[in-house]
């Protein structure tokens, strides 16, 4: 039976689960993935590390990390604003320190959410769109930067959204390209 023949016995099922065999199982050809270190001889990856590689570059796990990073850099900026920015109470009363706490926490907890949303969706984008353009370049920023926020700003319209997008791309691009260029 020639090649032809044979594929075409063969069950779209059964094309389809060695399609996917190929493409998850390629345990074959990683284990003799060599990584060269700058001095000495190259060391052979164990399959622990190659797993703890392959999570820690997956989409899902730089959104995740960007949101708790964000959360905890808007927690803190929260905190310094209600610092520096209090509520202020009119002539004759005075403001007690669990209002204080009160204010300082919904501001904090308000700005951490903001920049939680914000960091987890442009790094979700961000590494979407690189995956599927194939390439690590200035444009996967600009293009997530736009896509981010045209989706932020279109909860106030089409206008906030269309400058949303404009802004952060620009702001992106800019970013990017400063640390970049800043060597």
Known sequence: MSNNEEKTNMSQEEVLHQFVNRIFNNDQFREKIMMPNVMGRPVVKSIEEKTLDSITESCAFKCILSG???FALGGAIGLFTSS???QI???GQQETVKEIIREMKTSSLGYAKNFALLGA???GIECIVETYRGQSDWKNGTYAGGITGGLIGFRAGAKAGLLGA???ATFSTAIDYYMR???
Do not use: A, I, T
């Open 68 to 70: 708790v990073m964000g």
């Open 84 to 86: 520096v920015n209090p």
């Open 89 to 91: 109470k009119p002539p």
């Open 121 to 123: 969706v442009f790094s």
């Open 166 to 168: 404009l802004g952060f």
């Open 181 to 183: 260029n800043s060597s």
